[in-house]
């Protein structure tokens, strides 16, 4: 404890005491200490008579040394009194004047608070805390509308920044969106009552209008303030972390060191293999064993700080940021493993060594350039899962994909397919940008940011498309274009020519390379079906040698050729010409006029292959639609080339994409029994229909099987047995078709709740969409997929109807005025859109079946009808089902419904009884 040393009063001993006081004065000068004289504290006892102050204790005492400390104790006489007052003189009150010329004292206390009104505090730190209610902040934001002569609306981001940027920068963008709506919100009521005070110059001013504007600009700018508070930290307090922070950090310092206290100890096997090396030091030759080699390993914060040097200088690095996903991925992984800790030890991977040589390599000399967007090439491509297609200044390309290939994702096979057209159309090209056009937004995503995180399949791949650009200085830009605009890829990319895919099967071509060698190179392939790593296409291809083997000399390979039948004799007069040698496969047809030619060729006997309808195979046995499959079908019956377009349009496409899941699970069915598609017997079809009986399929499901198959078999009265028939006889009284609804709901429950959406001119677009689309679907009983057909030139407005072609004439009555007005909201939003509907969001783009369900559905949930039971499609129920209970006949019924005079769809599916309780089908529904 530090002394204190007191002054008292002493007539006697003043003069040595001034003495001594010039003494300790040039004590704190040779030590260059501050001492301060101090007031004696209030707790001290100020009542007593000739109360000093004391010069400072422990704090004045502290910085000398210890001589003189012990000096001044020694030579302070307690006893020696003499008051501080005489030696300060004493100063009278000092004027007004005087204090100004010396300024603010600054020892005095300001007080800066502010005093509101206690009705406005109470809200205030209300809405500052917790911000406004969702109700009130919608109702201020159509108060005050953000359009007018001077514009609030925040700007929106373009669609093409959007789809390259990572989803942390769309939710950045998006709440500086939401941020300056609600400051656009806050500036309009104050702009109106500025504009209030500059216009009413003489007039009187409405004070409580001015007071609501403002105290609605305090509501808008309290929420600003409590998201921001939000987006600073999840606790809103006096601190931005709560109280108590440093107690709350050194607690969490104790348990870490607590908690490492508990790591295994591991010196004492490092301690034994080191004496062990000691008293074998010559054994290093025999059989000394070298220590173990440890894993390399690293602290996840260690890694993720070069991630983010290495990131930060990716901008300025040409093609780093492919170098950079790998490690991103490894602390991805790594912070699964430790539960987001970043002082968890990570161990560094192999594959990790070629990305940081890389970065070794390339750092010390690399750039990169600023794009000028000026492309050399625009490049379209298109992917389905059956193959691929591309396009390219007017020239265009398509295949197949491979049996491994076909099992991956559409987002694998977009991504691929922009690979494909990239090493097609620009593989001679160098230094230069190229622009690729694709529908699929992830593969535009991973190529424009050169890969990602989670998905290391898409991530490879788009590396091996920029490595493969690194190498010829090429930089690539992906950009979205709609699948319609696509057509000529997209196109492409269905392409059901199938006649160049026919290959060998491998087991054949096993045989023929064990008696002749192995080929050099295949003459007749694709990426596809290929035999050797050298191949020529027929068409464009991108790993192709050349396109057209007969612009290539054969006599400088040992080829293999497989051609279309229609190519052999000239194969032959090629190979007769070159003097060629190599293995060739053709049919065994003795009576062609080639085949004494082809005999007097052969070198070796030849290999003859039993004809065996599932061994050859396109694709390697690999089902691709049903299409192709029904193709496929009539090239096996010798049908003319030039019908199957013909036939295949008497299927409709709906029809055909039900066929395609049957066809599908019955081709691999044959694959796994070894089976031929479209030659069986009665008894494979029945296994089939029992298998996926017993798995649960229904009536319906099971006859379109049947369907399907019957289109594609070889004999049309395997499907048409006896036994067949009888088995679905069976089917039909074991699992019956039964009605979707026992009852439907009551049209007059959604009908009242749309009346509130009234007047229409006060509606917003969304409820004015909305209102008409419940109406039209109520009154024509029609499905969603044909509302979405309705086309404005097909609509006619009468004084006393409307009528829609769809193609049908549909009178209705019910929507008129809603349908007007909806016409005349949307005019200057269509941009030469034709269809009705269109989306009540920009780009205000026509929508599709999904989207009309689900307004409907979200219609009748706001009606209070339960959308856990009713589909959209109950309006159809609905509606038909109230127009029949008002007495209107079955025949208007099936007309206005669609279905056919003689059809009992709506008597045994649609027909039900209401939940809750005029010729005319649209007035009895509307007229409760």
């Known amino acids: 404890m530090g002394k204190v040393l ?72 307690p ?84 789809s390259s940027l990572s989803d942390t920068a769309k939710k950045r963008d998006s709440h500086f969106v939401d941020t300056q709506n609600l400051l656009g919100t806050a500036m309009a009521p104050l702009g109106l009552v500025i504009s209030e005070l500059l216009d009413n110059k003489e007039e009187g001013i409405d004070r409580l209008e001015i007071l609501e504007k403002l105290c609605d600009t305090a509501k808008v700018l309290a929420e ?125 991977s192999e594959s990790l060594k070629e990305d940081l040589h890389w970065w070794i390599s390339h750092l010390p000399k690399s750039y990169n350039p600023i794009r000028k967007f000026q492309f050399k090439l625009e490049i379209f491509s298109d992917a389905s899962l059956s193959g691929w297609g591309i396009a390219c200044n007017k020239e265009k390309a398509a295949g197949f994909w491979t049996k491994e290939e076909s099992q991956c994702h559409i987002n694998y096979l977009e991504l691929l397919a922009a690979f494909i057209a990239l090493k097609s159309f620009a593989k001679d090209l160098e230094n230069c940008e190229i622009l690729l056009r694709l529908d699929n937004t992830t593969a535009i995503s991973y190529i424009n940011r050169m890969g990602g995180v989670q998905f290391p399949r898409l991530t490879n791949l788009s590396r091996l498309i920029w490595q493969w650009c690194e190498h010829r200085s090429i930089w690539l830009y992906a950009s979205y274009i709609p699948s319609r605009e696509n057509f000529t890829a997209d196109d492409q990319s269905r392409n059901k020519e199938i006649n160049t895919e026919w290959e060998l099967a491998d087991w054949a071509f096993t045989r023929i390379v064990k008696k002749f060698g192995e080929p050099q190179i295949d003459c007749f392939a694709s990426r596809a079906n290929k035999k050797c790593n050298l191949y020529i296409s027929w068409n464009r291809d991108p790993d192709s040698v050349t396109i057209d083997a007969f612009t290539v000399a054969w006599n400088n390979y ?56 599932h061994k050859a195979s396109l694709g390697s046995q690999t089902y691709i639609d049903s299409s192709t499959c029904i193709r496929e079908a009539y090239s096996l019956k010798n049908l003319p080339v030039s019908s199957y377009d013909i036939l295949l349009a008497s299927i409709s496409n709906a029809t055909l994409k039900q066929y395609d899941s049957a066809l599908k699970q019955w081709w691999q069915f044959c694959l796994t029994n070894k089976m031929c598609p479209f030659k069986f017997k ?7 229909l029992s298998l996926k009986y017993n798995e649960g399929a229904s009536y319906g499901s099971l006859n379109t099987m049947r369907a399907a198959i019957s289109l594609i078999s070889f004999n049309t009265n395997t499907c048409k047995d006896q036994v067949v028939t009888r088995f679905f006889k069976g089917v039909f009284r074991k699992r019956p078709l039964r009605p979707k609804y026992k009852k439907t709901w009551d049209v007059s429950i959604v009908l009242n709740f749309i009346k509130t959406y009234f007047p229409l001119e ?101 009606s209070g009808i339960d959308t856990s039971q009713y589909t959209a499609h109950s309006v159809r129920h609905a509606a038909t089902s109230k127009a029949f209970k008002k007495g209107i006949s079955l025949d208007i019924i099936r007309a206005t419904a669609g279905w056919t005079k003689s059809s009992s769809v709506f008597a045994k599916f649609y027909n039900k009884p209401i939940a809750e309780e005029d010729h005319d089908f649209a007035l009895s529904v509307l007229n409760d």
């Open 558 to 613: 040992f080829f293999y050729a497989f051609p279309p039948f229609s190519l052999i004799l000239r194969v032959l007069k090629k190979i007769i010409l070159e003097k060629a040698e190599g293995i060739l496969v053709v049919p065994l047809w003795s009576a062609q006029p080639w085949y004494p030619v082809f005999t007097s060729l052969l070198l070796k006997d030849p290999v003859i292959f039993k004809p065996n309808g």
């Open 682 to 688: 009665v008894n494979d079809l029945l296994s089939f």
């Open 79 to 162: 006893e020696d009194l003499l008051p501080l007052s005489t030696l300060v003189p004493e100063f009278s009150d000092t004027n007004e004047e005087v204090l100004q010329c010396l300024g603010e004292d600054p020892s005095k206390p300001v007080n800066n608070n502010l005093h509101f009104h206690p009705e406005l505090v109470s809200r205030w730190n209300t809405w500052l805390s917790q911000g406004i209610s969702p109700e009130l902040k919608n109702s201020l934001f159509e108060k005050y509308p953000l359009k007018g002569n001077c514009n609030l609306e925040p700007p929106r981001l373009n669609p093409e920044i959007s």
């Open 762 to 862: 006060s509606l917003s677009l969304k409820k004015v969409t909305e209102k008409l689309l419940m109406l039209l679907a109520i009154i024509t009983a029609h499905r969603a997929q044909t509302l979405t057909l309705i086309n404005i030139d097909n609509i006619k407005i009468f004084p006393s109807k409307i009528e829609i072609m769809i193609p049908d004439t549909i009178k209705t009555s019910g929507p008129a005025s809603t349908l007007i007005h909806y016409l005349d909201r949307t005019k200057n939003l269509r941009n030469n859109v034709k269809n009705l509907f269109i989306s009540f969001k920009k780009p205000h783009k026509a929508v599709v079946t999904q989207t009309i369900s689900r307004w409907i559905k979200s219609v009748l949930y706001k």
């Open 224 to 348: 600003v303030y409590h998201s921001q508070s939000l987006a600073h930290s999840n606790t809103i307090g006096t601190h931005l972390f709560g109280e108590n922070l440093t107690q709350k950090i050194d607690e969490a310092k104790a348990i870490q060191k607590a908690s490492l206290a508990l790591k295994p100890s591991i010196t004492g096997k490092a301690t034994s293999y080191n004496t062990k090396k000691q008293q074998n030091p010559n054994n290093r030759k025999l059989n000394w064993k070298s220590p173990p080699v440890r894993k390399q390993c690293c602290r996840i914060r260690e890694f993720a700080r070069l991630i983010g040097y290495l990131v930060s200088s990716c901008p300025a690095v040409a093609y780093g940021w492919v170098y950079s996903k790998r490690f991103e991925r490894e602390k991805f992984i790594a912070l699964i493993h430790s539960n987001g800790n970043y002082d968890h030890q990570m161990p560094l």
């Open 6 to 77: 007191k002054v008292r009063q002493s007539r006697n001993t003043s003069h040595n005491f001034l003495k001594r006081i010039k003494r300790l004065e040039s004590l704190f000068k040779s030590e260059q200490q501050v001492r301060h004289v101090r007031q004696k504290s209030a707790d001290s006892d100020t009542s007593r008579p000739g109360s000093c102050p004391v010069i400072s204790s422990a704090e004045s005492l502290r910085g000398l040394p210890e001589t003189q400390v012990e000096w001044l104790e020694e030579h302070s006489d």
